[in-house]
């Protein structure tokens, strides 16, 4: 009988509240599989910081060097909260960075998929938005701007000025694009290289290694394009894209727009992986306005469970079923308020309602 250690990181806001969801299917496949799955809950982000002092404490650190596979949930606190906090222990800068930099996780994929079905739910004009969208974000996530040097300090006239460093070697740049260009060549053979090598220097040296290394692969195609124009494309064309990659905070911002035009930030999952352990994560926050209400979508955490079944554990027809499982909720007309529009004919349910329908449906 297989056993899995599994660190839960419940996180802020909503995060306990659509990891509750997440636990309900893990037990579940853990069931029927005949594996066990250890889950550890263990304390990250502000509520840790509030709790033990640290949001990325020292037990917790333990319990994810130890265990198969980490499943987070969001952190963070309203921008006044967030003022209770300092600085260099905010839980992004304190707890989030870190986690990446202990595991250098670089790859992080970001889905921006909604089933043929459930189109109806993008803000997107049915011309625009066909049958659905299916597009691999690849960001680059332990380099950029993110971890770059940085220093604030009042110059001798008494101004003040913040310096932030954005810096990527070609080893670097190397790994994620052999992750791109081994996803596109199993996908539509076409990778959009998303840059700004116009203004920064940094993506003239990013699209020489994306070009060196996809000599590599010469049934992929390669098509450049500007983070800008890029951004407009996603709203009035995104079934040109199907593969992307793109350095670490591009990444952020353009993953974003992809939950924009899915309907929902609620749709977004990811996995974020390193050579030897990985984490998963909802891409959005820990959406401080809703947190407490029962009303979060946990499509986002328990599709970061399915990446993990299939990322990290090997059992990739149960990931199957469960991506299954969450879209027979929505095909059955049911969904959380952020995708029922007013004067839709939705059904509107809760957080632990979309989890007990994916359970059943499982
Ligand atoms: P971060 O910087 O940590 O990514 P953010 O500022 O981008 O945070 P989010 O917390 O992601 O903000 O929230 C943005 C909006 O999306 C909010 O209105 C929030 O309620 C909504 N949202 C995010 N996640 C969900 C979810 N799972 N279900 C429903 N709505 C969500
Ligand atoms: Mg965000």
């Known amino acids: ?7 839960l990181l419940d996180g802020d806001g909503i995060g306990p509240e659509i990891m509750r969801e997440a636990v309900k299917v893990l037990n579940l496949v853990a069931e029927r599989n005949q594996v066990t799955f250890d889950l550890q809950h263990t304390p ?9 002092g640290h949001p990325f404490p020292e037990q917790t650190q333990k319990v994810c060097d130890e265990a198969d596979a980490i499943l987070k949930g969001p952190i963070g606190l ?43 739910f993008s803000p997107l ?10 597009i691999m974000i690849i960001r680059e996530l332990v380099g950029g701007l993110y971890f770059g040097e940085k220093e604030t300090g009042t110059t001798e006239d008494g101004v003040r000025y913040v310096r932030e460093t954005l810096e990527y070697d070609e080893e670097q740049i190397r790994r994620i694009a052999k992750v791109a260009f081994d996803t596109a060549s199993k996908r539509k053979k076409v990778l959009h290289n998303i ?5 920064l220097k940094s993506s003239v040296l990013w699209n020489e290694v994306i070009e060196e290394v996809g000599k590599d692969y010469p ?44 309907g929902s930030l609620g749709l ?29 979508n946990p499509y986002s955490m328990i599709g970061s469970v399915a990446m993990m079944l299939e990322f990290s554990l090997g059992m990739e027809e149960e990931a199957r079923n ?16 952020d995708l029922s529009k007013p004067g839709s004919d939705v059904k509107m349910i809760d957080t632990e309602a979309f989890g007990d329908r994916v359970i059943a449906a499982l």
């Open 1 to 7: 009988m297989s056993h899995y250690k599994i660190a």
């Open 44 to 52: 990250f982000g502000a509520s840790a910081y509030f709790e033990c």
């Open 78 to 120: 309203n921008h006044e909260d967030s003022k209770k906090i300092p600085v260099d222990l905010q839980p992004e800068r304190g707890a989030l960075l870190p986690l990446r930099r202990r595991y250098n996780t670089y790859a992080n994929f970001r889905p921006v998929f909604l089933p043929q079905g459930l189109a109806h």
């Open 125 to 134: 004009k049915k011309e625009i938005i066909g049958d659905g969208v299916d």
């Open 195 to 199: 840059h700004k090598s116009n203004v």
């Open 219 to 262: 049934d992929v195609k390669i098509e450049h394009i500007l983070v800008d124009a890029a951004a407009t494309y996603l709203c009035l064309n995104p079934g040109r894209f199907d593969v992307m990659v793109m350095e670490n905070m591009f990444g952020d911002i353009l993953s974003d727009q992809g939950g924009g035009i899915l």
């Open 268 to 296: 977004m999952p990811s996995a974020c992986i390193g050579d030897d352990k990985a984490y998963y994560e909802p891409s959005h926050g820990s959406a401080p306005d809703i947190a407490g209400k029962n009303v979060a």
């Open 322 to 337: 469960v991506w299954h499982a969450m879209q027979s909720v929505f095909a059955d007309g049911y969904s959380t308020p």
